[in-house]
């Protein structure tokens, strides 16, 4: 099924601009999709690099274009403990040992041992959960560009006092490397434990919260990036993500 998106801003603007902006892919790669006669709009195929594209217009890229862009490949995997998302020290274990055979649920080749899959945002080794590798370049704007909307979701638990004023703190009030932080989404789901939805990913951001609230973090478990979910996928495992996912990431990250 073609890719298809339409266009809802206020002024018409350069195709290759706009796929740009919305994380779809590079404007150079836009401007490849246009000279191979993979782009129309509205039905009419399109050329012109510098054409633009008039609100309320449809453009839609045919099946060899998304093709083209989906040569890349991601993975979901179930991070445990004690394992790093990254290159890491001698003396740790990145989370790309775990891409074998006997870990894979679903269909997909294991990836060869020299593949290049850097980490799609950090989790960090004492934390677990939810944890994208890519060496898809659309896909990784779409989670971490500059213009990225995706949230993130973690189940926290933590050992203090669980308090109201805490909470709203942990909410709205907190600074971090001199910077305030956005509006977080924290709710409490038992007495210590705790659910975040945070919209940035600082260095070890729920951990540095909890702490200046007087709480310590016991537990970090992360569960959605955007509209991926974790779901029943076994600690360990791992698993191609879809087509439809990978687009689901790509439309997300526009806002």
Known sequence: MAFTRTYDGPEP????KWLGQTGVCSRREAEALIAAGMVSIDGESVTDAGRKI??????????RGEAALASGVTILIHKPLGYVS????????????????????????????DASLPPIGRLDEDSRGLLLLSSDGVVAKAVIGPQSHLDKEY?????????????????????????????ARVSRMEQN????????GRNRQIRRMCEMVDLEVTDLLRIRVGPIH????????????TSEEREALISGSAG
Do not use: C, H
């Open 13 to 16: 603007v350069r195709i290759n």
């Open 54 to 63: 008039e609100p309320g217009q449809t453009l839609t890229l045919n099946d």
């Open 86 to 113: 990254g290159q890491p020290e001698p003396d740790k274990i990145p989370a790309v040992r775990l891409l074998t055979e006997a870990n894979r649920v679903g269909d997909g080749a294991v990836p060869a041992e």
């Open 155 to 183: 189940l926290v638990r933590v050992v203090g006092d669980v308090t109201e004023k805490k909470l709203a703190l942990l909410r709205r009030g907190l600074m971090l490397d001199g910077r305030i932080l956005k509006y």
């Open 193 to 200: 434990r705790l659910r975040f939805i945070l919209t940035e």
């Open 230 to 241: 974790l779901n029943n996928l076994p600690e360990g495992s791992w698993r191609m993500i």
